[in-house]
C-alpha cells in the first residue's frame, strides 16, 4: 500500500529552524520526484521544493530559496526538509507528494503530483 507519511513539524519561534520527513512506503522511493507543498489558512496548497528521482536537481520557490535545503536518502526511501530562519508567514500545513511519473525531473506544479502524505502542521510565532 503506497503511503507517505510526513512528521517533524511543530511549534517554532521566528528565526528558528525546523526539519520535516517524508517517508514514503508501498513503492521504490527512487523512481519518482518528490515535492513539498504547503497550505495556509484561506489560501491554495502551493509547491515550494521539489527534489528529481535521483536527488540530483531540486529546485525552490523565491519564498524560501537559501532557507530551506530539500534532500533525500533513498536507502531510507525518505525525503528530507531543513527549514531555517522560519518566518511566521511560514506557518501552514506541511504536505510531501509523489510526482505522477517515473524518473522524473521536478517541478513545483501541484497538479504534477498524484499521491499525497496527510500533513504535518508547521507554526512559527513567539
Known amino acids: 500500500q503506497l503511503q507517505l507519511v510526513e512528521s517533524g513539524g511543530g511549534l517554532v519561534q521566528p528565526w528558528g529552524s525546523l526539519s520535516l520527513s517524508c517517508a514514503a512506503s508501498?513503492?521504490?522511493?527512487?523512481?519518482?520526484?518528490i515535492g513539498w507543498f504547503r497550505q495556509a489558512p484561506g489560501k491554495e496548497r502551493y509547491g515550494f521544493s521539489c527534489i528529481s528521482s535521483s536527488g540530483g536537481s531540486t529546485n525552490y520557490a523565491d519564498s524560501v530559496k537559501g532557507r530551506f535545503t530539500i534532500s533525500r536518502d533513498n536507502a531510507k526511501n525518505t525525503v528530507y526538509l531543513k527549514m531555517n530562519n522560519l518566518k511566521p508567514e511560514d506557518t501552514a500545513v506541511y504536505y510531501c507528494?509523489?510526482?505522477?511519473?517515473?524518473?522524473?525531473?521536478?517541478?513545483?506544479?501541484?497538479?504534477?503530483?498524484?499521491?499525497w502524505g496527510q500533513g504535518t502542521q508547521v507554526t512559527v510565532s513567539s
Open positions: 507528494a509523489r510526482r505522477a511519473s517515473l524518473f522524473s525531473a521536478c517541478v513545483l506544479d501541484r497538479y504534477e503530483y498524484g499521491d
Open positions: 508501498g513503492f521504490t522511493g527512487y523512481y519518482y520526484a
